[in-house]
């Protein structure tokens, strides 16, 4: 680390969002060009900087700032340097000269201690001579703040934040309960909050610490999908966590419960301790699914009448599930509809939106990614959405997304269908549910045995094992789908039936390889050279699956040699570097989380703006078009040419996505998919995950790997535990009034 000092002479770039400067200090008689995150600083002030430093691609030489310290000018000239910066409202070059010379080096003294005698310059009253006071007094009260919040290790990034949220509040909250950041302030979990609080020597036993530590796990148990915790699984985690016995950590359950912060359930004889907002969510869910649960009175001769016309129509023959389905869907306000692939789950949505439009009624379709979407579009020939775009995703922030459509606007519909419920987690659920209105009819198509949602709850799998609805269950292999290997081997894993591996198919290959770098060099030369003649596709439509991010066949190895093959570095393609990831232009990449608040746009041939909104989701997938060094953004394209420009501060978003994990391609479809397969934790290799990739290819499925390796997991029924409540939420309190049963 080096240190330099000196003033700030002009202010080239500042982001007033995150506090991210570009400015030119002063020191002696070198100008340098500084970068940081300063916040409250202006032209004309005096800081000591400690950093190092770099050299920018295109901007030469500069000092990256990790901390810096303002000083107070000390002699006349830069007294007057800094007041006439423009720094404090109200004085310029002439004003700030006069003041100096009236008051010399006395003069920061005067105005903090004797503000009244400002008014003894010339042009300068006493109201303004007070304001002038109370600026300089705001700015060193911010500059004491950042001292004292960077002696404890805190980033100045933060200490803006935290300023700004308490004000001079700050030093009794950092001093008493810094765990009130992880509450109050956006992008601070536990583990920051935690440092923090060791750093000002708070005990690793007190309240504060082992309260937040508990909500901290529920919020880590939703991450891997789960609305609650059994009440000794939370003890044992959160004991783990803060290193504190778990005699200590039970009696605050029930002061939680008090303040409403967590949920106590005595269920199936065990305490299931929620988080308040993932409870509220089950319950709320439950009661709206009951809400639209109603049965309409309809003549069974003529729904038959009508089936028989579209299967006229359309030259297609319902089997006996099938028209049950249609049956089901005119009959009553909620069905689920549920079968593997070939089964004939798009020609039953196809039958029930004809029945419909015969009806004239108004249909809606959606799911809950683009490429689901995409799909659903192409099979119906009707528009579909994504579920966040039909119901209006207004941009709010990830942990309170805010929809238009909701119980207060509810969608202008008479029918809801949505496909690849599995997907679907008890976040976005609640959010559809409060948007139909009742009266209209909710129809919920899925594969239950595909992997569960990403988010939290099992909200398709609970609702068919609550019981309390109708639902239908699609159990034949159609004759074209027959002729699928894809789709006879998914239903023979699924069942655990014995696959053939001899490479006899047509769309199904077994290449065996024993050796992780062998593995990867068969998996290139299928992509680059063999697949994409045979399923009709460019290598970057053909999707790497595999079943872990690290190791030797995980996601982030494999993208590293991917991008050196398929989009290899050159002169032309512009890159940038974020974290230990290299982006470059042409690479595909993913979203990997959501964020409600990315604009995009979708432009027309000649560059006109033809559609705009926010919202760019987990999962989804697009190639970057430019690296723009000078504005600092990444333009990615995405499916439907949704254009999305990145800050860089934002890269950390992205990742690269020639290979991605199975759990990410949940919802998608791709024309060929290449899976590298040796092995894995027991846990994870399982049938539900085999069974998931299978199912992702169109024409063609080519695993590579061991087949001791594919036996296993196909054998492996053992799937992580997943805690949720919905179902007991539908079925508590008589609120599942019947008993539907599965059709």
């Known amino acids: 680390m080096e240190r330099i000092a000196g003033y700030i002479d002009h202010v080239i770039y500042r982001n007033a969002e995150n506090g991210y400067t570009v400015l030119v200090a002063v020191c002696g008689d070198d100008e340098i060009t500084c970068t940081g995150i300063f916040s409250g600083i ?444 894809i789709v006879v081997n998914a239903h023979k894993i699924n069942r655990g039936e014995e696959v053939a591996l001899d490479n006899r198919s047509r769309d199904f290959f077994f290449l065996k390889r024993y050796d992780a770098d062998k593995i990867i060099n068969v998996t290139l030369q299928l992509i680059m050279q063999k697949l994409p003649g045979y399923v009709e596709a460019k290598p970057y439509e053909i999707q790497v699956l595999t079943a872990m991010r690290k190791g030797n066949l995980g996601v982030e190895r494999l993208n590293r040699i991917l991008q050196h093959y398929l989009n290899p570095e050159a002169p032309e393609k512009k890159e940038r570097e974020s974290g230990d990831r290299v982006f470059r232009e042409g690479d595909k990449v993913m979203q990997i989380k959501n964020n409600y608040q990315l604009e995009w746009e979708i432009r027309s041939r000649y560059g006109i703006v033809a559609d705009r909104g926010t919202g760019v989701f987990n999962g989804d997938t697009g190639v970057i078009r430019e690296i723009n060094e000078y504005k600092e953004t990444v333009t990615v394209v995405y499916e439907e040419e949704k254009i999305v420009e990145y800050p860089f501060r934002l890269l950390d978003e992205l990742e690269l996505a020639y290979a991605i994990t199975i759990h990410k391609s949940q919802g998608s479809e791709y024309p060929a998919v290449v899976i590298p397969l040796l092995g894995g934790p027991r846990m994870l290799m399982n049938r539900n995950l085999l069974y998931t990739a299978v199912t992702r290819a169109k024409k063609c499925v080519t695993i590579v790997g061991d087949e001791a390796c594919f036996c296993e997991m196909e054998q492996n029924v053992t799937e992580q535990k997943r805690y949720s409540g919905l179902a007991d939420r539908l079925l508590e309190d008589d609120l599942c009034s019947k008993n539907h049963g599965n059709s």
């Open 42 to 485: 202006s032209e004309g002030e005096n800081l000591e900087m400690e950093g190092e430093y770099v050299t920018h691609a295109t901007y030469g030489e500069q000092f990256q700032v990790s901390r810096y310290e303002q000083k107070d000018p000390t002699d006349e000239l830069s007294i007057e340097r800094y007041l006439g910066s423009g720094a404090i409202r109200g004085i310029g070059a002439a004003l700030a000269a006069r003041i100096v010379k009236k008051f010399k080096g006395d003069t920061f003294r005067i105005i903090e201690e004797e503000p009244e005698r400002l008014a003894e310059v010339k042009g300068i009253s006493e109201r303004k001579a007070m304001e002038i006071s109370e600026q300089v007094a705001e700015k060193r009260d911010l500059r004491r703040a950042m001292i004292f919040l960077q002696q404890y290790g805190i980033t100045l990034k933060l200490a803006v934040k935290i300023y700004q949220k308490y004000g001079q509040d700050l030093y009794g909250v950092i001093r008493e309960n810094p765990y009130r950041l992880a509450d109050d302030i956006e992008g601070v979990g536990f583990r920051i909050a935690d440092e923090i609080a060791q750093n000002v020597g708070i005990r690793t036993d007190s309240d504060f610490r082992i309260r937040s530590g508990i909500l901290y796990t529920l919020i880590q148990a939703s991450g891997e999908g789960h609305t609650y915790l059994p009440e000794e699984l939370l003890l044992q985690r959160t004991s783990e966590l803060l290193g504190v016995e778990e005699q200590f950590i039970g009696r605050h359950f029930m002061d939680l419960a008090i303040e409403r912060k967590l949920i106590m359930k005595q269920e199936k004889g065990e305490v299931r301790i929620y988080g308040a907002s993932f409870y509220y969510k089950e319950s709320g869910t439950a009661a709206m699914l009951k809400g639209l649960d109603v049965t309409y009175a309809v003549d069974d001769r003529e729904i038959e009448e009508r089936v028989r016309r579209i299967e006229q129509q359309t030259g297609i023959e319902l089997d006996e599930h099938q028209r049950e389905a249609v049956f089901e869907a005119v009959c009553n306000g909620l069905v689920v509809i549920t079968g593997g692939p070939g089964t004939g789950k798009t020609t039953t949505i196809n039958s029930i939106i004809k029945y419909f439009e015969l009806e004239a009624m108004d249909i809606s379709l959606a799911a809950p990614t683009g490429r689901a979407a995409k799909r659903m579009s192409e099979l119906t020939g009707y528009e579909a959405k994504t579920i966040h775009r039909m119901l209006e995703l207004n941009g709010g922030v990830e942990t309170a997304m805010g929809f238009e459509r909701n119980e207060n606007n509810p969608l202008d519909t008479d029918v809801v269908i949505i496909d690849e419920m599995s997907m679907v987690d008890i976040h976005l659920m609640h959010a559809l549910l409060k948007a139909i209105a009742a009266g209209t009819r909710l129809i919920l198509v899925g594969d239950v045995n595909q992997l569960p949602s990403v988010g939290p709850g099992s909200v398709l799998r609970d609702i068919i094992e609550s019981k309390c609805f109708h639902v239908v269950q699609l159990t034949r292999i159609f004759r074209q789908a027959s002729k699928s290997d």
